[in-house]
């Protein structure tokens, strides 16, 4: 039989952190599973700054080989060179090598039986024929597909899906650095849509960058100029925010950043991506043993990645909006509002990368920021955030 003619019983496109997920999961589970990566390799170009939660890092299932640094805490600075800092003392992020990471997530797939066709492509995708278009002119037949291929889905496009809310663009230079390494640093006023950050790979090196939707090259060259420029390695990227419309249709599945499930309060996608993995395959195995594709069966798989971080992302989505609407003046107030030995604990006990609402709810209810968001308003506040 050739491949051509032979259908697997699931088709995965992107092999990045949550196509190798998804892909490892139905391997695993007996599924015959291909995973279609345009590039040579796995793990490059590195799209990113490497910044993983304790959780995050767990969920990738990986060893300590792409680990650089760990964190314990954020400096967030304002523009008066004030800053807010918050050190909880222990572990709550772990720097990574990204290329390493998703190198050995994509063995772990293949070593579960998961088939892997590098420079392989895929241009457009027949969903009403069930066939997958590549630029070498191959035409692949599906029953079952995963879309994992990234903030450009070209799966989400061939279901005619919109895009996310905002698409952001990230660049990054790893700069020689002073400072402590235990600590993020962000700096809101340095990228007025979003901020910018330092991640500390060691004592005197670090990853800086930031990311927005508009003068993205010069706002990037205005803040590297704070830095010894000698770079070595740079990274441009996208990150979509804002969830997809639809993430199920035609016998497809999208998952991670093709589905628009970066953090809209960070811009991290590993979490949520291989969250939504384990979710698709779950659904793609019940779905082959069943026999049974229909978008009924697959809107399983939007109820169960909902039910686990929809809400964050929708609330994440708000927080976002409500800081593209802060100027510089509104942060600086907010740095100093803040910055209370009672709010500090609070930020240090509560504060979740992955599940900030918790936090953002507590942060929501201190009178002392009322006064910052004057203009806004306590009702503002609540009805941006919750309403
Ligand atoms: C500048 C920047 C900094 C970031 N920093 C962080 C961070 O610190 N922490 C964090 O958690 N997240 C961060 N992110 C986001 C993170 O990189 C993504 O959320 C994450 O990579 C999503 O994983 P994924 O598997 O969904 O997609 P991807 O990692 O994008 O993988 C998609 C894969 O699909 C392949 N592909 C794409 N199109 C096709 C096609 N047509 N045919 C075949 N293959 C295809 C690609 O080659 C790629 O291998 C950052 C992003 C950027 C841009």
């Not at 609070?346 to 209810?365: E, F, V």
Request: aromatic content about 8%; glycine content about 10%.
């Amino acid at each position: 039989m050739t491949k051509e003619s032979y259908v697997s019983d699931v088709i995965i496109v992107g092999g990045g952190p949550a196509g190798s997920t998804a892909a490892h999961l139905c391997a695993k589970a007996g599924l015959s599973t291909r995973v279609l990566e345009e590039h040579s390799s796995i793990g490059y170009p590195v799209q990113c700054a490497g910044l993983l939660s304790n959780n995050a890092f767990a969920e990738c299932g990986v060893s300590d080989k792409s680990m650089y640094n760990t964190v314990s805490g954020a400096k967030i600075c304002g523009s008066k060179g004030h800053a807010l800092t918050f050190d909880a003392k222990i572990t709550k992020a772990y720097v990574v090598d990204r290329g390493r990471l998703d190198y050995e997530m994509a063995v772990r797939a293949a070593e579960s039986g998961a088939e892997f066709s590098f420079k392989t492509c895929v241009t457009k995708i027949n969903p009403a024929k069930k066939i997958i278009h590549t630029a070498g002119g191959e035409d692949i037949p599906y029953s079952l597909l995963i879309g994992a291929d990234g903030p450009r889905s070209v799966i989400a496009r061939g279901l005619l899906i919109p895009p996310s809310r905002f698409i952001y663009s990230g660049i990054q230079a790893e700069v020689p650095w002073e400072g402590d390494p235990s600590l993020v640093e962000l700096h809101p006023n340095a990228a007025p849509e979003f901020f910018a950050w330092v991640i500390p790979l060691s004592e005197s090196r670090a990853r800086m960058g930031l990311c927005g939707t508009k003068n993205v090259p010069d706002l990037f060259a205005k803040f590297l100029s704070r830095f010894k420029d000698s770079t070595v390695h740079s990274v441009t990227g996208t990150i979509p925010i804002g969830i997809r419309t639809r993430t199920f249709g035609s016998g497809c599945l999208l998952i991670g950043d093709a589905a628009g499930f970066p953090k809209p309060t960070s811009g991290g996608g590993v979490f949520t991506g291989v969250r939504s993995a384990r979710y698709a395959a779950q659904v793609a195995i019940h779905s082959v043993e069943a026999g049974d594709m229909t978008d009924s069966f697959l809107s399983r798989y939007e109820t169960l990645w909902r039910a686990d971080f929809g809400r964050e992302l929708d609330m994440g989505l708000k927080a976002l909006q409500f800081r593209r609407n802060l100027d510089s003046r509104d942060i600086d107030s907010a740095v100093d509002a803040l910055n209370t030995p009672e709010t500090l604990d609070l930020i240090t006990r509560y504060g979740d990368m992955d599940r900030p609402s918790d936090l953002l709810k507590r942060l929501a209810m201190k009178p002392e920021l009322y006064g910052t968001f004057g203009k806004i308003g306590v009702k503002g506040i609540f009805r941006s955030l919750f309403g």
